[in-house]
């Protein structure tokens, strides 16, 4: 069990939820369309989980290499800083992680679309090829674009459009406008997940040269920028369901706006980097809770 819970805590359990929200969407709105398939929902899921299983991997790993991970940093103690992982084992968890990525996505492209499909495969494998890509070079290599202040955009983009249209496409072999806007709300609130932890780690990611949108922002304007995430996939919604009305369980989803405004009240308070840290998992398992309530709206109606 000591050897276990090490890499338990570098794959970062409690992140897995968020990451499979755009699929929760996806699946349920292909679904109120007449489309569903066990076998690509299952696939989806796990090739998720183990591209955000690799992420925190390689985030772990490139955080450590390049001193991001120090002391003056908040929230739990990455498995590579400890010493409890060494960087040599991190990296073959990371080879051995990126083998089953693509023997997941392989596995999912030829569920959804069979061996004939070939425009369709080609599309997904590039999908699969670019997920690896963000996963890794966040953190790694010799210019990780998560140094630059570019986290926030591949976040939008994977965990909101890439994920709910992805994961639509995949039942339904074409893109319906319909999925378009709850996309975006959930990119902007896995951007909020994203910005929340740069927030708690501002100025130890300033202390090395971490070059985070919040760092850049300031603590203020980060703030202000959380609260336009957060509020603005709030509307988003709203709007998308006013114009996609089909029964009033198509507002299960303001449910879960409950979690989230509190949370918008604590980040307004907020002063102190546990103070964000605390808030973490709270605005992860509001947003896997809003896709939820979301997609059964739908299938309920």
């Not at 001193?67 to 968890?93: C, F, H, W, Y």
């Not at 990525?101 to 069979?114: D, E, K, M, P």
Request: proline letters at 3%.
């Amino acid at each position: 069990m000591k050897e276990i819970k090490p890499w338990l805590s570098a794959m970062r359990l409690r992140t897995l939820p968020l990451s499979v929200s755009g699929i929760i969407v996806g699946t349920c709105f292909a679904s109120y369309n007449g489309r569903f398939n066990w076998w690509v929902l299952v696939l989806a899921i796990l090739t998720t989980i183990s591209l955000q299983i690799l992420s925190n991997l390689a985030n772990d790993y490139g955080d450590s290499v390049n001193g991001a991970d120090n002391d003056d940093r908040v929230g739990p103690r990455r498995a590579v800083q400890s010493g409890k992982i060494t960087p040599n084992e991190m990296l073959d968890a990371i080879k051995f992680n990126i083998v089953v990525v693509i023997i997941l996505t392989l596995s999912l492209i030829l569920a959804a679309f069979g061996p004939t499909n070939f425009l369709f495969l080609l599309l997904f494998v590039f999908l699969g090829g670019i997920s690896v890509y963000a996963a890794l070079n966040y953190t790694m290599g010799d210019s990780p674009y998560g140094y630059r202040a570019l986290g926030d955009i591949f976040v939008f983009v994977f965990f909101g459009l890439v994920s709910t249209m992805g994961s639509y496409l995949l039942y339904m072999q074409t893109i319906d406008h319909m999925v378009i806007l709850p996309a975006i709300a959930l990119g902007l609130l896995s951007v909020g997940v994203l910005n929340l932890n740069n927030m708690r780690d501002l100025n130890a990611d300033a202390n090395v040269g971490k070059i985070t949108l919040a760092v850049k922002l300031g603590i203020h304007r980060a703030k202000q920028y959380h609260f336009l995430l957060i509020i603005g996939a709030m509307v988003i919604t709203v709007i998308f369901s006013i114009l996609y009305y089909v029964a009033p369980y198509n507002f299960l989803y303001l449910l879960a706006f409950i979690p989230l405004i509190f949370h918008i009240k604590k980040i307004k308070a907020a002063e102190q980097p546990n103070d964000f840290d605390g808030q973490l998992k709270v605005l992860a398992l509001s947003t896997f809770l809003f896709s939820f309530l979301l997609g059964i709206g739908y299938i309920l109606y």
